[in-house]
Every structure is written in structure tokens, then in C-alpha cells.
């Protein structure tokens, strides 16, 4: 029982030290934008790091009513 009197004001302590740190990061703006980190890694930064015989040629999509290099037209073999 005796260890009460030590225990509880551990306890206080340390729910004000939480109740400190919490109110320290609302006020610091640590929860101010909660959505830019998590997109963050979907940008793609990483060009400079990759060595230049590594990457590969970026194909552009072609414009409507064009074709793309490298393929064949369509052929049109109606028989009647």
C-alpha cells in the first residue's frame, strides 16, 4: 500500500509531461497538414539518383488521330 505514495505522483508527472508535449506539438504546428507527407511519396523526385544507363526512354502517348511509333496501321482486309 505504501507504494501508492509513490506511485501516484509518478503517475501525475508523467501525464503532465504528456499533456505538455502534446500541447507544445499543437502549438509548434506539428498538426497543421496531415495529408501533404503521406503524398509526398508519390512524387517522383528520384530522377538524379538514378545512373544514366539505367533509365529508360519515356514514351510520350501519341495525339488522337495519330500513331504511335513503331506500330503498323491497321490493316483493312474487307472481302466480299
Sequence with gaps: ???LYLLIPIAIIFVGCALWAF?????S???DDM????HSILF??????IP???KQERVRPA???TQAPGTNP??????V
Design 29 to 31: 504546428g506539428q498538426f
Design 35 to 38: 495529408e501533404s507527407p503521406a
Design 23 to 27: 500541447f507544445w506539438s499543437v502549438n
Design 1 to 3: 500500500m505504501d507504494i
Design 44 to 49: 517522383d523526385d528520384d530522377d538524379n539518383l
Design 63 to 65: 495525339k488522337p488521330g
Design 74 to 79: 491497321p490493316k483493312n482486309d474487307t472481302h
Design 52 to 54: 544514366d544507363d539505367a
